[in-house]
């Protein structure tokens, strides 16, 4: 008989840890769910408790499948507790009633779906989202998903993703909130409260699933799947922050992610899965792997068989296996070896058990009522609101917003002024194109109303080669009195997983459509759809006007025509740093000084003398972003005044016991006549101290409205939780600094206050 090899994973220490554990959510600690867990369990053979721990796909991959289909046989033996991209009440509820019916212990269960920016009513992509500075906004969206998901009978969704993207060349940018973990960590708790409501069992509510844990958007060289070095300090600083505030908000899963970070696989991780979110944060929810990441550990290199990679993955506290069939195929013979104990298995079991205890589905299991069919008038207004909010202005040399006056001619051209399945972007679920409103149609209607014309050329596609347009483009583009100009990426293509690019240019033709376009003479305002920041160097030189446009979901069209035409003003601002070139990336604004920082220095290309050669610098491009972090225009003029302090001294011993707090201000005047949404920005720098902290760090953000002429002071509050950092020792406490800080609207704006840290 041939022996099974098993090596079992070291939970490796994650350094000294002082930071207080999350508070789990109501349902984790209630003793009534704990007691039917027990009931239950003493009564499933070992067959039936793997059977909770698996998933399969009834629908689309997104992967390879294990192939297999006798999901009704399985679940009547009470051997598969969950499934996925089934949707629809009558489908999900015929396969609930095998599950609650026929088998023995009437155990339901659980559907999911990839819900990421809304079910059918497509919101903008969460990259979009994340440009309004808006929480509460984003929360509400998460609630119109979870309403319409829940109606089509689906329990739990993949998302939010918390992952912190640095690179954009890593397709999946797309789907998280940016380069921050502070903003990244408002966003992934707004997420969860809108999915999840105030209670799991609520019939509008939703379990979300926070991923990928952990360091999967620091793939190296931007290439999804790829393995992640991340230094110790920099994971907690940086990289699980998220995750935690996702932890706090109650999030009842968490999905493990598909890269090795540093040498070990995050679907075989127990420092990061059971250390961390079990033993620090006490999460009590379960944790689900991603697609096939548990058979994918054969293919790392860290299991010689699925059999090998199931055990790795169990005792790391990976709980549900999703598509690999490792689970299925192996927990049983592993357990009856003696190579995993029974009592692993159950604590997994009770995991699961008590996520669907908390929401309801024991008393509830079927999905009552109709589902929604049209979009509710209600929601179809949040996803303008969204869609509106979302749109970043990055130049405007005076062109916007324009004139929809008699006479007057626009002419629109570029392959995404009128494709309504590009606006959904990716990871559409439910969305359905014919509720799109696409910028042509919405244009034309608002441009014709003033009595003025649209001129309509597609001029090329996303990634065509064929120039057969370009003569019918510049045409209109002659004829007309400003030109809007519509290109970007092919979201279903080039945008989310499995998306990586080397290249961040227009792709196909366009950037030479943009060219001829522009050569026309007229003035151009460019609008650009995508997934990720581009290079836009050429545009930034040339163009009168450019917009960020993302995918904005169903209310793309009126959202941007009210923009383009000044019914409303932009108000979204950069959660991601736009490069001059591809190799800047990985880009961000939070980045560190070094011994011989290029900041302050009055660059040449290329140097022209040793004090302009030897710096931490780029010969041929400078280092800062094309267009920073945080940044955004809008059509009127915001001014701030100098950053005031509330006091100049704060003691390190008061703020970490929590009898200190800093307050930080600054008045924000609209000079302008226009009325304008402005996105303040605090910003931290501390230098002093035992490890090197980043130029700037963004502590706090506030969303506001002034009037015409209108002044607003606004305050922050800074205390241990904003000032604290991994110091040299591992520790997660605010030390004595020379602290400076910015009230700005941006990252690289503003003007700073001095404050002491001392003992």
């Avoid at 019916?101 to 659980?110: G, Q």
């Avoid at 602290?739 to 003992?759: F, H, K, N, R, Y």
């Amino acid at each position: 008989m041939r022996t099974l090899r098993i090596f079992f994973c070291c939970l490796v220490p994650l350094g000294v840890v002082t930071a207080q554990p999350a508070i789990p959510p109501a349902w984790g600690n209630d003793p009534e769910i704990e007691s039917k867990i027990d009931t239950l369990m003493r009564r499933m053979t070992l067959d039936e408790k793997v059977g909770q721990l698996i998933t399969y796909s009834a629908g689309a991959p997104t992967g390879p499948g294990t192939g297999r289909s006798d999901y009704k046989e399985m679940i009547a033996k009470g051997q598969l507790g969950s499934l996925f991209n089934l949707v629809g009440a009558d489908e999900t509820n015929a396969m609930q009633k095998i599950a609650v019916e026929k088998s023995r212990l009437h155990i339901p269960l659980i559907f999911g779906l990839d819900i990421i920016h809304g079910f059918r009513t497509e919101f903008p992509v969460p990259l979009g989202l994340s440009a309004t500075w808006n929480p509460e906004l984003v929360e509400r969206a998460a609630a119109v998903a979870a309403k319409e998901a829940r109606r089509a009978g689906v329990h739990w969704t993949y998302s939010p993703m918390v992952d912190i993207a640095r690179d954009a060349r890593w397709g999946r940018i797309i789907e998280g909130a940016g380069e921050d973990p502070y903003l990244v960590s408002a966003m992934a708790a707004a997420y969860v409260r809108g999915y999840q409501g105030t209670k799991l069992s609520n019939p509008d509510s939703i379990a979300a699933c926070a991923k990928h844990f952990v360091g999967y958007g620091a793939a190296e060289g931007g290439r999804d799947y790829n393995v992640s070095e991340i230094p110790q300090r920099l994971l907690r600083q940086v990289y699980l922050p998220p995750f935690r505030a996702a932890a706090d908000a109650g999030v009842a899963t968490f999905m493990s992610a598909f890269e090795a970070l540093n040498e070990v696989p995050a679907s075989a991780n127990a420092s990061t899965i059971t250390q961390v979110l079990r033993q620090e944060w006490d999460f009590k929810g379960f944790v689900v792997s991603d697609w096939n990441s548990i058979g994918e550990l054969v293919a790392q290199g860290v299991a010689t068989s699925a059999a090998m990679a199931a055990q790795r993955a169990i005792l790391a506290g990976v709980d549900m296996d999703m598509e690999s069939n490792s689970y299925a195929l192996n927990l049983a013979a592993l357990v009856t070896s003696g190579a995993v104990s029974e009592s692993v298995i159950d604590e997994a079991v009770r995991r699961v058990l008590r996520v669907k205890n908390a929401m309801g589905l024991f008393d509830h299991p079927y999905t009552e009522g109709k589902a929604q069919g049209d979009i509710a008038p209600e929601d179809q207004e949040l996803a303008y609101k969204a869609a509106e909010e979302s749109l970043v202005l990055l130049k405007n040399d005076g062109v916007l917003p324009l004139k929809a006056a008699e006479g007057k001619t626009i002419a629109l051209i570029g392959p995404m002024a009128d494709d309504a399945g590009q606006m959904l972007g990716s990871w559409s679920a439910r969305g359905v194109a014919s509720d799109v409103i696409t910028l042509r149609t919405a244009l034309t209607k608002q441009v014709e109303a003033g009595h003025g014309h649209v001129v309509y050329a597609k001029g090329t596609n996303l990634a065509g080669n064929s120039d057969s347009g370009f003569a019918d483009a510049v045409a209109a583009a002659k004829k007309s009195d400003a030109v809007v100009l519509a290109l970007g990426e092919d979201a279903p293509v080039m945008t989310g997983e499995a998306a990586s690019r080397a290249h961040l240019d227009l792709p196909g033709n366009q950037q030479q459509l943009l060219e001829a376009v522009a050569a026309a003479g007229q003035p151009v305002i460019l609008l650009i759809f995508s997934g990720r920041p581009l290079v836009l160097n050429w545009a930034a030189q040339h163009i009168s006007a450019i917009m960020e446009a993302w995918y904005p979901g169903i209310q793309a069209g009126p959202a941007l025509g009210n923009v383009l035409l000044g019914v409303s003003a932009p108000s979204g601002r950069l959660t991601t740093s736009f490069p001059r070139a591809v190799g800047q990336e990985p880009l961000y604004y939070s980045q560190f000084n070094t011994g011989r920082p290029a900041r302050g220095v009055d660059l040449s290309y290329p140097p022209k003398n040793s004090i302009e050669k030897y710096l931490s610098r780029y010969i041929d491009v400078p280092n800062s972003a094309l267009y920073p972090f945080g940044f955004g225009l809008t059509y009127s003029t915001i001014t701030y005044s100098p950053t005031a302090v509330s006091a100049t001294s704060v003691s390190a011993h008061a703020l970490n016991v929590g009898t200190a707090k800093l307050t930080v201000s600054a008045e924000v005047h609209n000079m302008g006549s226009r009325a304008a949404d402005e996105v303040v920005q605090l910003y931290i720098h501390q230098t002093g101290t035992s490890v090197v902290r980043p130029v700037r760090e963004l502590k706090g953000f506030r969303r506001i409205e002034l009037a015409p002429g209108a002044s607003q002071k606004v305050e922050f509050r800074l205390g241990r939780d904003e000032l604290k950092f991994w110091n040299i020792d591992m520790k997660d406490v605010v030390e004595p600094a020379e602290l400076t800080v910015w009230v700005a609207p941006d990252s690289t704006q503003g003007e700073p206050a001095q404050v002491t840290i001392g003992q």
